[in-house]
Nanobody, 113 residues
Framework: VQLQASGGGLVQAGGSLRLSCAAS???????MGWYRQAPGKQREFVAH???????HYADSVNGRFTISGDNAGNTLYLQMNSLKPEDTARYYC?????????WGQGTLVTVSS
């Protein structure tokens, strides 16, 4: 299983970005989602989506971020709106298949004030 995240970049506060995560070599999964890690901080949960389409968000992003996936289940998206400087972090996508977790390499998001 390989996960390739993309879409990060530099954006001003209040702006938007859409992250993508392309997954290869998976036929099914239980959960896919995103974590993020800011400099000097621990990795934290952002959002996930189950194979049934249920979503869950961290309180800090609820209402601003939207997680979705394509019908084939091979690409994961994170639409990020109303970005804040505190959203600055490297964002990692992951995939949980029967309890085994696979991680992508991360994509850097920088939000300037």
């Amino acid at each position: 299983v390989q996960l390739q995240a993309s879409g990060g970049g530099l954006v001003q506060a209040g702006g938007s970005l859409r992250l993508s995560c392309a997954a290869s070599s998976i036929s099914s999964h239980n959960v896919m989602g995103w974590y993020r890690q800011a400099p000097g901080k621990q990795r934290e949960f952002v959002a996930h989506i189950t194979d049934a389409g249920s979503t869950h968000y961290a309180d800090s992003v609820n209402g601003r971020f939207t997680i979705s996936g394509d019908n084939a289940g091979n690409t994961l998206y994170l639409q990020m709106n109303s970005l804040k400087p505190e959203d600055t972090a490297r964002y990692y996508c992951y995939c949980n298949i029967m309890g085994r977790v696979y991680w992508g390499q991360g994509t850097l998001v920088t939000v300037s004030s």
